[in-house]
């Protein structure tokens, strides 16, 4: 989940790839996923991506499904990360801040970290992780660009089920399988890295 600030002023398009790629970590490595909202459900008024056992798969797996999505919204906004960019955002920055990079500029712009690593954020678990390890830089540049790995590997399923969920603001779980196994179908099996399979 994403603070209703880190909303804020943010397209449509953007929040759906954002919630897309939330989604699509729990497709491929077999999660029963129950919808993904870019609007409010039930008692959450926020785009979010709800699995059908929120205490289901391992660290790893959630990790993925975290990150995922926050990199698939990014990638939407054409906004790429440095190294010192990922550092700043799940270890620490001196003036609360992390990097991104135009994708065809490369013009830097500073963001808050705060929505994306606060409590109960996207983030927040990898921060935490992160920032009580000696390797922590090592370990959170590997972490990130793992995840972008997958990000790339899922990119014509993303494409393909972003704007359907832009035009009815939710999916059940069973569609979103359904449009990515065709979207993904002659395509490379999704690339997982060998850390969701740990517990």
């Known amino acids: ?65 975290n990150a995922s999505g926050v990199i698939s919204g990014f990638w939407r ?9 990922i550092a700043e955002l799940l270890i620490a920055s001196a003036d609360g801040c992390f990097e991104t990079l135009g994708s065809l500029s490369g013009r830097a712009t500073r963001i808050p970290r705060a929505g994306l690593i606060g409590p109960s954020e996207d983030l927040e678990p990898a921060a935490w992780l992160m920032g009580g390890e000696v390797c922590a830089y090592d370990h959170a540049i590997r972490y990130w660009r ?22 009815r603001g939710e999916l059940p779980g069973a569609e979103v399988a359904l449009r990515a196994a065709v979207a993904m179908a002659g395509q490379p099996d999704p690339w997982l890295p060998g850390w969701t399979a740990e517990k």
Request: glycine residues 10%; aromatic residues 8%.
């Open 146 to 167: 793992e995840c972008e790995r997958f990000v790339a590997s899922v990119t014509p399923a993303i494409a393909a089920i972003t704007p359907h969920l832009i035009e």
């Open 1 to 65: 989940m994403t603070s209703p600030d880190y909303w804020a002023g943010n397209r449509p398009d953007y929040i759906a790839a954002h919630e897309c790629g939330h989604a699509l970590p729990f497709w491929a490595q077999g999660i029963p996923l129950d919808y993904v909202a870019i609007i409010g459900h039930g008692t959450m008024p926020r785009p979010h991506t709800q699995p059908i056992d929120v205490n289901g798969g391992s660290l790893g797996q959630r990790l993925l499904v």
């Open 77 to 85: 906004n054409n906004r790429a990360f440095s190294d010192l960019g």
